[in-house]
């Protein structure tokens, strides 16, 4: 493995809340062209006690391959809780995803995902489409990318209130539109910002959308510090879940 990074993440969430269907993977890139293997592997920790006995661990890795003809990333991530002995979050999630260049900066891209959150009530979601990806703009200070593509979505979800219309089984098609930009402000500030629209086939009314926008400073030696703003936007959500999410975080992370 030509690079591996180890990141220890020390988040001061102000807000939390993660979302139970999108997950912004042109955050998750590896910026190498170089040929072979490189990952990286996260473990977050947070700990009270005292007033509120909470515990939250969260794990994440990453694989990527490089060649010139097929790039394939895996990402694998887990997340669960205790608040004051019960169990409160519980989320997992595995996506493979590979992109095949065919001309100049155009490509075709495939993915498949399994994830579930108990947060939301989802016990299950699988789902695998495709679609293109375009790089529009390409130069030392800012890149901009495009993306579209459909996949088929499976889910199934639990607990829901009496009242709820929301199908406890659902097999959906959905398309996915996202805008995708990288600013290098510096040598050591690099911004990257990141917007998803992805409405049922049929029906644009139920849509979800996810905005996300990173902040990285390199600090003195392998330190950097990582800010991430995050927005996240369901339609129609199960009844007792919000429609709209936020997330503010900021962390230290130490990369080699």
Known sequence: MRYLYLLVLLPLALASGHSA????????RGDTDAAGFSGALALNLEMHTGNTDLKEIGLEGRLDFDHPRVHTFLLARNDFG????????????????????????????????????TTYRLDARALAGGGLRFHLVESEVF??????SAFVEHERLSELMPTDDHPDNATVVRWSHYLSSRIAVNDRVVSTCTVYFQPLWNEIGDTRILGELNLEIDLAGPLVLALNFVTRYDSRP???????DTVLENGLAVTF
């Open 21 to 28: 269907a999108q997950v912004n993977i042109e955050a998750l």
């Open 238 to 244: 199960p009844e007792g879940v919000s429609k709209l």
């Open 143 to 148: 890149q901009l990318w495009e993306g579209a």
């Open 82 to 117: 205790w608040e004051q002995g019960e169990r409160f979050a519980d989320e997992g999630l595995i996506h493979l995803r590979q992109h095949y260049p065919l001309h100049g900066r155009f490509g075709i891209e495939a993915f498949t995902q399994y994830n579930y959150d």
